[in-house]
């Protein structure tokens, strides 16, 4: 059975770096079949897709996040990883890590989810 | 790319039915096949009821299912049971594998 777990520090001073990790079990990090891909919710709100991240290194981030986010794959440690730089009170928020379907050359939807970590920006 | 529209709130009793939207554009909803719903218990995972607009992964009942007209699309959950009172979230497929949310639908079950 896959699993996702993310971790990183919940809490995150102002115009530093945001640091997450999702470690991948149950399932091949190397599969062709699939990106893995970060999700937010920032309190009281939806949700916002972050970007996603192929086994290769190939990416694909939000363009409202790009300048300042980076999403990387180590697949000899089986996990992928966040950084969002120069973090204000709008990037508070619970973080999920989830894999994402590839079909045909399209990444149309999120197959399975993390439990998601709250990381919160405040200093 | 903007947020897609969904209803804040939706209710029914057990055993009716009820039918969630998402409005999106020319530009994601109607301008492809890749809707997908989400069910979220808060404090848990999120999980995937509808993919594809219409189709159901392995283990989601027939209750839930999808549809779509023009940019906007639906999902309806019958035979409303008390673990179906949850937050829906739409999200679409919006070209260049750029994926767009709805804002969510607080579903309660009376």
């Known amino acids: 059975q896959l699993q996702l777990q993310e971790s990183g520090p919940g809490l995150v001073k102002p115009s530093e770096t945001l640091s997450l990790t999702c470690s991948v079990s149950?399932?091949?990090?190397?599969?062709?079949?699939?990106?893995w891909g970060w999700v937010r919710q920032p309190p009281g709100k939806g949700l916002e897709w972050i970007g996603s991240?192929?086994?290769?290194?190939?990416?694909y981030y939000n363009s409202s996040l790009k300048g300042r986010l980076a999403i990387s794959v180590d697949t000899s440690r089986g996990h992928f990883s966040l950084n969002l730089t120069s973090v204000t009170a709008a990037d508070t928020a619970i973080y999920y890590c989830?894999?994402?379907?590839?079909?045909?050359?399209?990444?149309?939807?999120?197959?399975?989810w993390g439990q998601g970590t709250l990381v919160t920006v405040s200093s | 790319q903007s947020a897609l529209t969904q209803p804040p709130s939706a209710s029914g009793s057990p055993g009716q039915s009820v039918t969630i939207s998402c409005t999106g554009t020319?530009?994601?909803?109607?301008?492809?096949?890749?809707v997908s719903w989400y069910q979220h218990h808060p404090g848990e995972a999120p999980k995937l009821v509808i993919y594809g607009v219409t189709n159901r992964p392995s283990g989601v009942p027939d209750r839930f299912s999808g549809s779509k007209s023009g940019n906007t699309a639906s999902l309806t959950v019958s035979g409303l049971q008390a673990d179906d009172e949850a937050d829906y979230y739409c999200?679409?497929?919006?070209?260049?594998?750029?994926?767009?949310f709805g804002g969510g639908t607080k579903l309660t079950v009376l």
């Open positions: 989830a894999r994402q379907i590839l079909d045909r050359g399209r990444l149309p939807f999120f197959d399975f």
């Open positions: 149950g399932g091949a990090i190397t599969s062709n079949l699939h990106y």
């Open positions: 020319s530009s994601d909803v109607g301008g492809y096949d890749h």
């Open positions: 991240v192929y086994f290769t290194g190939n990416t």
């Open positions: 999200c679409s497929y919006a070209g260049r594998n750029k994926l767009v």
